[in-house]
């Protein structure tokens, strides 16, 4: 008889459902992996991504061995080492750098190939070991810096309502968001608001797979949302909707922001936005007169120069009704703003021998050719891929070929970033180590036990880091606390939502809810702000009011570059990982840029043909489909692409090193670009290269 049990454990993917799963082991193999049915939000499903979780951990270019650089960099020819010597010639490189240059020549940059707080982002694993050495710290702001920046400043955190609590709405605001797409566990609670009578609008420049599904669209230019608010709010104290009392007890600077909204009366509205003014009062009205409204925004519209404006603009519409106040009111951003575990307990910043300074994750390509002061020197890599993720990609790439700087990268595959590395580590999967995590579109707290002995030499990165503190010869006993024991650290908070989230229990039932109040009614009893109310005004920020894009909005540059280009999610990868598993990609079309009819008219394109996308920073090779799901004068593709499979670069060719007004973060989708056509291609060959153009693509259908 063959020996066979299931193992509870937890999706570790930057996604906002955080989905529990268990995998079914046979004979020490991982043969079956699903989701949780008892977990209430994951409700046994896991996604199109994630059902072929074993299928990828164990394709052919999983890396499982140490790896040393024997070509030039990018090249990506490696020799297999021990990790004896692998960790030997780190630590001595290390040394040097320390010696010269002092420890902030060091950037741990952790990327969020995995969330975890032992293994992943939201430890920021190996956090102790860079600190003894006095490494500079890194600014992880790649995703949600302006959104949980403008939340903070409006509302006190990024927090916001129990996305659960959408099915308490009666109206349901989808806003710069595509959930079916990139974060699908909250659509059943959407489902629950509309079997109740609620009425679902989507807000996005694109008619995506969610916007197809709502009773209403609107298709702002991206980076406009936050003048949308006003306009909104404009017409909602037209017609004396406000809640006075609301205002009056719970909010700040009410008087002064009541001026700004009457700067944008619908018509001025649809002229920022491009959205009718009829539309605009309709939606206005319907606010008007519903409560509560639950407004669903996630990161896609904060990818914009006023990012961090918008979600504040867009908090203050529920301060202004009263809706924060009620059950199934209020916007949800990111419930991690409710997560109140000891993360400085498990950092341990007071390690390090004196102050750091901050370098930005957003910003690799300055930070490797201009920072100085020193420069850096040594490179870590920890589940990241910015060769593929992060702005301006030529920049990165001149970055990481810079030969005096020592670069090691802890991966599980030989990725566009792995190219340059001088020394590869290889990495365990999620099955195959522990870990603690939330998910940030819920309220529970997930354990994941590992469930398999990890293929060939691969390592966790909390293991990776203790052997190399070893082999440095540190001393601090924390760099040797076992995984186990940085859990408990972390589960020892005394905050009282912690209270009875044991690691016991967590490993017994394989999450739990955090012991928030029920219902929860995160301000009920006030806003954690400076003054305690809901801030129109911050001390920081100033009074909420609209900023505009930067290149979406730049007049001169529209001569050039015409069209404003989103790269949103792909629906069969989840940012860089899945790209190179065969069947996801052949689903995904490959690379394709699409554009509504009257542009690629103007431009005399035809559908299927190979062009070019590109401005002054680069360019990439897309396939061209044409479909009236793309508002005019914007051209869509899809984040995650390797750059190797895909002709050489993807979006992040295009895309900027330019900081959102709030937050640090980056501005993806605030880019401009021209499409040109291209010869007809030699398709190349190859197992990963059979990419079907025809197959459909990022998240439109039919296409
Ligand atoms: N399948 C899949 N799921 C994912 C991911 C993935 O890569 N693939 N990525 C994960 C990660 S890391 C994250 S951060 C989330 C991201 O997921 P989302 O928060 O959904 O973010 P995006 O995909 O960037 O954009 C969402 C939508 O916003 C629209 N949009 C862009 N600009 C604007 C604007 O200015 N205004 C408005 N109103 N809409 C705009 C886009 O057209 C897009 O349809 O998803 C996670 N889930
Ligand atoms: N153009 C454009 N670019 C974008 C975005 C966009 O909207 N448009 N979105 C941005 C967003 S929201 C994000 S979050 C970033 C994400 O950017 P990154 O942080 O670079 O994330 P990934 O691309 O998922 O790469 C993570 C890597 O970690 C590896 N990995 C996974 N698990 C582990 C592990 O346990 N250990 C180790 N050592 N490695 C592991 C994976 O194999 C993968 O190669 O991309 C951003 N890039
Ligand atoms: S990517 Fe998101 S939806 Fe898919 S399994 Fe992971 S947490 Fe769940
Ligand atoms: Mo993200």
């Given at each position: 008889?063959?020996?066979?049990?299931?193992?509870?454990?937890?999706?570790?993917?930057?996604?906002?459902?955080g989905?529990?799963?268990?995998?079914?082991?046979?004979?020490?193999?991982a043969?079956?992996?699903?989701?949780?049915?008892?977990?209430?939000?994951?409700?046994?499903?896991?996604?199109?991504k994630?059902?072929?979780?074993?299928?990828?951990?164990?394709?052919?270019?999983?890396?499982?061995?140490?790896?040393?650089?024997?070509?030039?960099?990018?090249e990506?020819?490696?020799?297999?080492?021990?990790?004896?010597?692998?960790?030997?010639?780190?630590?001595?490189?290390?040394?040097?750098?320390?010696?010269?240059?002092?420890?902030e020549?060091?950037?741990?940059?952790?990327?969020?190939?995995?969330?975890?707080?032992?293994?992943?982002?939201?430890?920021?694993?190996?956090?102790?070991?860079?600190?003894?050495?006095?490494?500079?710290?890194?600014?992880?702001?790649?995703?949600?810096?302006?959104?949980?920046?403008?939340?903070?400043?409006?509302?006190?955190?990024?927090?916001?309502?129990?996305?659960?609590?959408?099915?308490?709405?009666?109206?349901?605001?989808?806003?710069?968001?595509?959930?079916?797409?990139?974060?699908?566990?909250?659509?059943?609670?959407?489902?629950?608001?509309?079997?109740?009578?609620?009425?679902?609008?989507?807000?996005?420049?694109?008619?995506?797979?969610?916007?197809?599904?709502?009773d209403?669209?609107?298709?702002?230019?991206?980076?406009t949302?936050?003048?949308?608010?006003?306009?909104?709010?404009?017409?909602?104290?037209?017609?004396?909707?406000?809640?006075?009392?609301?205002?009056?007890?719970?909010?700040?600077?009410?008087?002064?922001?009541?001026?700004?909204?009457?700067?944008?009366?619908?018509?001025?509205?649809?002229?920022?936005?491009?959205?009718?003014?009829?539309?605009?009062?309709?939606?206005?009205?319907?606010?008007?007169?519903?409560?509560?409204?639950?407004?669903?925004?996630?990161?896609?519209?904060?990818?914009?120069?006023?990012?961090?404006?918008?979600?504040?603009?867009i908090?203050?519409?529920?301060?202004?009704?009263?809706?924060?106040?009620?059950?199934?009111?209020?916007?949800?951003?990111?419930?991690?703003?409710?997560?109140?575990?000891?993360?400085?307990?498990?950092?341990?910043?007071?390690?390090?021998?004196?102050?750091?300074?901050?370098?930005?994750?957003?910003?690799?390509?300055?930070?490797?050719?201009?920072v100085?002061?020193?420069?850096?020197?040594?490179?870590?890599?920890?589940?990241?891929?910015?060769?593929?993720?992060?702005?301006?990609?030529?920049?990165?790439?001149?970055?990481?070929?810079?030969?005096?700087?020592?670069?090691?990268?802890?991966?599980?595959?030989?990725?566009?970033?792995?190219?340059?590395?001088?020394?590869?580590?290889?990495?365990?999967?999620?099955?195959?180590?522990?870990?603690?995590?939330?998910?940030?579109?819920?309220?529970?707290?997930?354990?994941?036990?590992?469930?398999v002995?990890?293929?060939?030499?691969?390592?966790?990165?909390?293991?990776?880091?203790?052997?190399?503190?070893?082999?440095?010869?540190?001393?601090?006993?924390?760099?040797?606390?076992?995984?186990?024991?940085?859990?408990?650290?972390?589960?020892a908070?005394?905050?009282?939502?912690?209270?009875?989230?044991?690691?016991?229990?967590?490993?017994?039932?394989?999450?739990?809810?955090?012991?928030?109040?029920?219902?929860?009614?995160?301000?009920?009893?006030?806003?954690?702000?400076?003054?305690?109310?809901?801030?129109?005004?911050?001390?920081?920020?100033?009074?909420a009011?609209?900023?505009?894009?930067?290149?979406?909005?730049?007049?001169?540059?529209?001569?050039?570059?015409?069209?404003?280009?989103?790269?949103?999610?792909?629906?069969?990868?989840?940012?860089?990982?899945?790209?190179?598993?065969?069947?996801?990609?052949?689903?995904?079309g490959?690379?394709?840029?699409?554009?509504?009819?009257?542009?690629?008219?103007?431009?005399?394109?035809?559908?299927?043909?190979?062009?070019?996308?590109?401005?002054?920073?680069?360019?990439?090779?897309?396939?061209?489909?044409?479909?009236?799901?793309?508002?005019?004068?914007?051209?869509?593709?899809?984040?995650?692409?390797w750059?190797?499979?895909?002709?050489?670069?993807?979006?992040?060719?295009?895309?900027?090193?330019?900081?959102?007004?709030?937050?640090?973060?980056?501005?993806?989708?605030?880019?401009?670009?021209?499409?040109?056509?291209?010869?007809?291609?030699?398709?190349?060959?190859?197992?990963?290269?059979?990419?079907?153009?025809?197959?459909?693509?990022s998240?439109?259908?039919?296409?």
């Open positions: 008889m063959p020996s066979e049990l299931t193992v509870l454990g937890a999706c570790p993917l930057d996604c906002p459902d989905c529990s799963w268990v995998v079914t082991v046979r004979d020490g193999a043969v079956r992996l699903r989701g949780n049915p008892a977990h209430p939000y994951t409700r046994g499903a896991l996604c199109a994630v059902n072929r979780w074993l299928e990828r951990a164990a394709q052919p270019d999983r890396i499982q061995y140490p790896l040393r650089r024997v070509g030039a960099k990018g990506g020819r490696f020799e297999r080492v021990g990790w004896d010597e692998a960790l030997d010639e780190i630590a001595a490189r290390l040394e040097d750098v320390v010696r010269e240059h002092g420890g020549a060091v950037w741990p940059y952790w990327g969020t190939g995995t969330l975890g707080y032992l293994q992943g982002l939201e430890g920021y694993s190996g956090r102790r070991f860079f600190n003894v050495l006095g490494a500079s710290a890194h600014d992880a702001n790649i995703c949600s810096a302006a959104g949980s920046a403008g939340m903070a400043e409006a509302v006190g955190s990024p927090g916001g309502m129990d996305p659960e609590d959408l099915a308490h709405a009666r109206l349901v605001l989808l806003w710069g968001t595509n959930p079916l797409t990139s974060g699908h566990h909250v659509w059943k609670f959407v489902q629950d608001a509309r079997k109740a009578g609620a009425h679902l609008v989507a807000i996005d420049p694109v008619r995506t797979r969610t916007a197809r599904q709502a209403e669209h609107l298709a702002p230019l991206p980076g949302d936050g003048a949308l608010a006003l306009g909104l709010l404009h017409v909602i104290v037209g017609l004396g909707a406000q809640d006075e009392g609301f205002l009056d007890r719970g909010t700040l600077g009410w008087r002064e922001f009541r001026d700004r909204i009457a700067e944008y009366p619908p018509d001025r509205v649809a002229r920022i936005t491009g959205v009718p003014a009829d539309r605009v009062v309709a939606l206005g009205e319907r606010i008007a007169r519903t409560r509560p409204t639950a407004i669903r925004a996630t990161q896609g519209l904060q990818r914009h120069a006023g990012g961090g404006a918008a979600l504040r603009l908090a203050a519409i529920p301060a202004v009704t009263g809706d924060w106040a009620r059950r199934g009111g209020g916007v949800a951003f990111s419930t991690s703003g409710h997560v109140k575990l000891d993360k400085a307990a498990l950092w341990r910043d007071d390690l390090r021998p004196r102050p750091v300074r901050t370098l930005s994750m957003s910003r690799l390509g300055e930070g490797l050719l201009d100085q002061d020193p420069p850096v020197k040594a490179l870590f890599v920890i589940a990241a891929n910015p060769a593929g993720s992060t702005p301006h990609q030529n920049k990165v790439r001149r970055g990481l070929a810079r030969e005096d700087l020592f670069t090691v990268v802890l991966e599980q595959f030989p990725t566009d970033t792995v190219d340059y590395a001088d020394i590869v580590l290889p990495a365990t999967a999620q099955h195959e180590h522990a870990d603690l995590h939330e998910g940030y579109g819920h309220l529970y707290l997930t354990w994941n036990e590992p469930a002995a990890p293929p060939g030499e691969c390592l966790p990165t909390t293991e990776t880091f203790r052997r190399l503190a070893h082999r440095m010869g540190l001393q601090e006993p924390a760099l040797y606390d076992s995984d186990e024991s940085l859990a408990e650290q972390l589960l908070s005394d905050h009282p939502w912690m209270a009875g989230v044991t690691l016991d229990r967590l490993r017994k039932e394989g999450f739990v809810r955090m012991s928030v109040p029920d219902p929860f009614l995160p301000y009920a009893d006030g806003f954690p702000t400076p003054s305690g109310r809901f801030e129109f005004r911050s001390p920081a920020a100033g009074l009011g609209y900023v505009p894009p930067a290149e979406v909005a730049d007049e001169e540059r529209a001569g050039r570059y015409p069209l404003a280009l989103v790269s949103a999610a792909s629906h069969e990868f989840l940012n860089t990982q899945f790209a190179n598993n065969p069947e996801l990609r052949r689903r995904s490959g690379l394709t840029v699409r554009l509504h009819e009257d542009d690629a008219r103007a431009r005399g394109l035809v559908d299927g043909q190979r062009v070019a996308v590109g401005n002054d920073r680069g360019s990439f090779e897309a396939v061209l489909r044409i479909t009236d799901e793309v508002r005019p004068g914007v051209a869509v593709t899809t984040k995650g692409h750059a190797k499979l895909s002709g050489g670069s993807n979006a992040n060719a295009v895309v900027d090193e330019r900081d959102t007004d709030l937050g640090g973060g980056p501005v993806f989708h605030d880019t401009r670009v021209e499409v040109t056509a291209l010869p007809a291609p030699p398709r190349p060959a190859g197992p990963l290269a059979d990419a079907d153009p025809a197959a459909g693509g998240d439109l259908p039919g296409g």
